[in-house]
């Protein structure tokens, strides 16, 4: 479709891409930024800047799909990214109760402008954006 793709990950680690590297997904990306690359966290609005700057796209020009509501759909609002909510499995649940503990509360929307329950459903997102 001719759109610039990546991943935001939290993670200090770098085990979001060498999961990208094993499973050969990581040429079918533009960009990948973790948290370690500049020591900022999702929902802090510099972690999501710095990926779109990185691949020359406004924020505005720049859809992100998320599955914490708390983290990165209000991170991906606070600076006008249209967000996508795939709400994440029960088997998550620990891990989110976790992270959202830790997480300060966000002072602005946290709901997203598109739910999917599929990444398949994005197709039809992404056909009228």
């Not at 990948?32 to 500049?38: F, G, N, P």
């Not at 708390?70 to 990214?81: F, L, R, T």
């Amino acid at each position: 479709m001719g759109m610039t793709t990546g991943v935001i990950s939290n993670s200090f680690a770098e085990v979001p891409r060498i999961v990208l590297r094993q499973t050969n997904l990581m040429g079918l990306l533009d960009i990948v930024v973790l948290s370690r690359d500049i020591c900022r966290r999702k929902p802090h609005p510099e972690i999501f800047l710095y990926a779109t700057k990185k691949v020359g796209v406004s924020p505005g020009e720049s859809l992100f799909i998320g599955d914490i509501p708390e983290v990165d759909i209000y991170g991906a609002k606070s600076i006008g990214m249209t967000a996508v909510l795939i709400p994440s499995q029960e088997a998550w649940s620990d891990w989110r109760n976790l992270l959202k503990k830790y997480t300060p509360t966000p002072d602005g929307p946290t709901q997203p402008d598109y739910k999917i329950y599929n990444l398949k459903e994005i197709l039809e997102i992404l056909v009228s954006y």
